[in-house]
């Protein structure tokens, strides 16, 4: 029987990138054996002739359905979108713009039919990324596996190959904010690890910003862990063991001493440090009541505007 695949591409103000992705990816899907693949584009809001340029591509090709959100809901919620319209055997993630290279998708398909449910594109090259984005995923990856009960693992994107059995498991998480990456890990599954060199972008620039990315580690860090928030507790814990031993330090000095008065340097030191102490800690925990406060809203992940072909 013909095993049937999903790609899910979302895309987001590409029109410069969709040329030469179609052309470098169809003749490699059609290498492919005994496969009947299937291509779902995501248009998440883009303000430029993305969704103009993909209809035109899924008039040429009826192998591309395309999805159009409503607005620019982020690439979380595009690959929800594309995971719900995916009804193949299997799915594989992949960025328009071709830093992952769609060679590798034949080692993932074949370590599917080997019996892998999940497949990992794992980048052993980043040298096409600048040194502060390496190192600071580096640390994010660090950071957050020793935080987090969830491991993710180092140097995975998005690019993947996923069972059917998986997709369904990923559609029953019904959380609003989503860190995909942590969804992904979360549901487990038999898993292989293919590597591959990250090549630069085919087209176009990137569009997460420092800003965004900071958020979207802020994402992941919150997602799957209570230790930040658990961390204030400690602090406040050691600070106020501090203070007691000022304290008493304060009242021996007094009895031995008499009371100098006291000196501003340090009165301003101790109420500025307890001071912000305070403000971030009241800031984590605005973190975790703010997702509280969106998941109850129960709104959808995203609105799909129209689906075509």
């Not at 054996?33 to 591509?57: M, N």
């Not at 080692?107 to 449910?117: H, S």
């Not at 009371?259 to 305070?278: C, E, K």
Request: proline share 4%.
């Amino acid at each position: 029987m013909l095993k049937t695949v999903s790609l899910i591409v979302p895309f987001y103000n590409e029109q410069s990138a969709i040329t030469i992705f179609a052309d470098k990816i169809i003749p490699v899907l059609e290498k492919i054996p005994e496969i009947g693949w299937k291509i779902v584009c995501i248009d998440d809001g883009s303000s430029d002739a993305t969704l103009a340029q993909l209809l035109d591509l899924s008039q040429r090709d009826p192998r591309f359905r395309i999805l159009e959100l409503s607005r620019n809901f982020g690439k979380e919620a595009a690959l929800t979108a594309g995971l719900d319209a995916a009804d193949s055997d299997a799915v594989v993630i992949i960025d328009a713009d071709l830093q992952d290279p769609p060679e590798v998708i034949f080692q993932m398909v074949k370590a599917w039919r080997e019996g892998a449910e999940v497949v990992l594109g794992r980048r052993v090259d980043r040298s096409t990324d600048s040194t502060l984005k390496r190192k600071t995923a580096a640390w994010f990856y660090e950071l957050h596996s020793k935080i987090s009960h969830i491991q993710i693992p180092e140097n995975v994107g998005d690019f993947r190959l996923m069972d059917r059995c998986v997709v369904d498991a990923l559609k029953r998480l019904p959380e609003r904010q989503r860190f995909m990456k942590g969804l992904f890990a979360w549901v487990g599954f038999r898993t292989v690890t293919v590597d591959y060199a990250r090549l630069p972008r085919s087209a176009g620039t990137t569009k997460f910003s420092g800003f965004s990315l900071w958020n979207f580690a802020l994402e992941g860090f919150t997602s799957f862990s209570t230790i930040p928030i658990r961390l204030w507790t400690y602090l406040g814990t050691m600070g106020a063991l501090c203070a007691l031993v000022y304290g008493l330090f304060i009242i021996i000095r007094t009895i031995l001493w008499g009371n100098p008065v006291p000196g501003y340097a340090s009165l301003f030191a101790a109420i500025t440090l307890f001071s912000s102490v305070q403000i971030i800690s009241i800031g984590m925990l605005g973190e975790y009541i703010g997702r509280i406060y969106m998941e109850t809203k129960q709104r959808p992940i995203y609105v799909l505007r129209k689906t075509y072909n």
